[in-house]
């Protein structure tokens, strides 16, 4: 009697590795951190443009179509490595891109833009990173996809690879079919 | 002789575990309101840097938790209390923000199945002792 209850922990424990085990081996970054924001209306802003001379105003320039929202700035590395990403996104899917210069020098941004080349439809300058903190932002490049309704559908901290603009692009396939 | 070796070595401990207790606060982003700042610290304590992840925003030196920071000194010098400020946090960051996890349906596991394990591992506890005396 007493050597079978002893079998009940080591059950007990092999549950438990194997849990461990599994979380693993299963695809996650546990430093990621789900946004607050998802399927809720995107945060009011309104700010200064990098190309227009005229003001940015978040409700005017949402909820028409989808719409894709790049925190982005000219100091940060991996943002110049997705860049192609969000280049492909404007030129092969055809979508609005509004890109947010987070805490940076507009000069530069222009320079940075001109050299690599322009996907977004409009640069909305965040220079104290406040619209960063009203959408949830803790690390850029942080990329947002935004249904025609206005509302925030898919958030991803870091850099697009290749899996991601896959997965975003499914996505809005499917945001587009429920239409 | 001895004493004096004793008290020396108790204040030269006491000197360098003062200059040892770790906060990120810059000398211009204190509050000229002692109660204002008492309060701001308190709510940056738990605060957590997104960034570090498992430090406090009173703690890390990241540029994110420096600005988190300021807006919580601004906020309380718009006049609003620590509940909002927390509200306003969490409704941007989610409740990862908080160091301390609320009380939620969601986090009751969470927060009641360290008491649940203890209670069975007593249990288990006195009924593998009461068949143990039996044989």
């Known amino acids: 009697m007493v050597k079978q209850i002893l079998i009940i922990p080591s059950i007990f424990f092999l549950i438990i590795v194997s849990i461990f085990f599994y979380l693993l081996i299963i695809d996650r970054n546990p430093s990621e951190i789900p946004s607050n924001l998802i399927n809720k209306t995107i945060p009011f802003f309104e700010t200064e443009s990098l190309f227009k001379n005229k003001k940015f105003i978040s409700s005017e320039e949402f909820g028409n179509e989808i719409v894709l929202v790049n925190f982005f700035a000219t100091w940060c590395k991996p943002c110049r490595d997705e860049h192609g990403y969000i280049k492909k996104f404007q030129s092969k899917e055809k979508l609005r891109i509004i890109g947010i210069n987070y805490k940076d020098d507009p000069e530069k941004a222009n320079a940075w833009l001109k050299d690599l080349g322009n996907p977004y439809s409009d640069v909305p300058l965040d220079k104290n990173g406040r619209i960063a903190i009203d959408w949830g932002v803790y690390g850029i490049p942080e990329t947002f996809v935004i249904s025609s309704d206005g509302i925030i559908k898919y958030r991803h901290v870091g850099p697009i690879t290749k899996k991601i603009y896959k997965k975003i692009n499914l996505l809005i396939a499917t945001l587009k079919l429920k239409k | ?135």
């Open chain 2, 1 to 135: 002789m001895i004493n004096k070796i004793f008290v020396t070595l108790v204040s030269f401990l006491f000197f360098f575990n003062l200059l040892n207790i770790s906060y990120a606060v810059e000398p211009n982003e204190i509050m000229k309101n002692k109660d204002h700042e008492i309060r701001a610290r308190n709510i940056s304590k738990n605060v957590r840097c997104m960034i570090c992840q498992n430090q406090s925003i009173d703690e890390s030196n990241a540029p994110l938790a420096k600005d988190l920071r300021v807006l919580i000194r601004n906020e309380i010098k718009k006049g609003k209390s620590d509940d909002e400020i927390y509200f306003f946090l969490t409704e941007r960051y989610g409740d990862f923000i908080l160091l301390k996890p609320p009380l939620k349906l969601n986090t009751l596991a969470l927060w009641f199945l360290p008491f649940v394990f203890l209670v069975v591992g007593v249990l288990i506890l006195f009924f593998y002792n009461k068949k143990y005396r039996k044989v």
